[in-house]
């Protein structure tokens, strides 16, 4: 059984860099069945998908979100991390981590049913 953990802080102000890590317990991040990905959802809205890390260490972004994110990874902690620059009210939003197979990759309006595992999520909520 695969869980992941986000941890992060809950407050961001405007125009600052957010870090979120998740930790990942049963399983590697290093494995080439899933891709370790970051989804948000902010306050009466559906799901957005940010990003992903896949065991190779590729990365994907979400174009719509401006070249802001920049995923990475640490293998000796099974942790990968998502940095959201320049952040502005617009991006408070429960962010969670999840893992999926290829076909979860960019998807425009993800569902839940379609990632494996998902961490529980945690309020991020930028100040103005």
């Known amino acids: 059984q695969v869980q992941l953990q986000e941890s992060g802080p809950s407050l961001v102000k405007h125009s600052q860099t957010l870090s979120l890590t998740c930790t990942v317990f049963?399983?590697?991040?290093?494995?080439?069945?899933?891709?370790w990905t970051w989804i948000r959802q902010p306050p009466g809205k559906g799901l957005e998908w940010m990003g992903a890390?896949?065991?190779?260490?590729?990365?994907?972004?979400n174009p719509s979100l401006k070249s802001r994110t920049s995923i990475s990874r640490d293998t000796s902690k099974n942790q990968f991390t998502l940095q959201l620059s320049s952040v502005t009210p617009e991006d408070t939003a429960v962010s969670s981590c999840a893992c999926?197979?290829?076909?979860?990759?960019?998807?425009?309006?993800?569902?839940?049913?379609?990632?494996?595992?998902w961490g529980q999520g945690t309020q991020v909520t930028v100040s103005s």
């Open positions: 999926g197979e290829a076909n979860t990759l960019a998807l425009p309006t993800p569902t839940r049913d379609l990632y494996d595992y």
């Open positions: 049963g399983g590697s991040i290093t494995t080439d069945y899933y891709f």
């Open positions: 890390i896949a065991g190779s260490g590729s990365t994907y972004d």
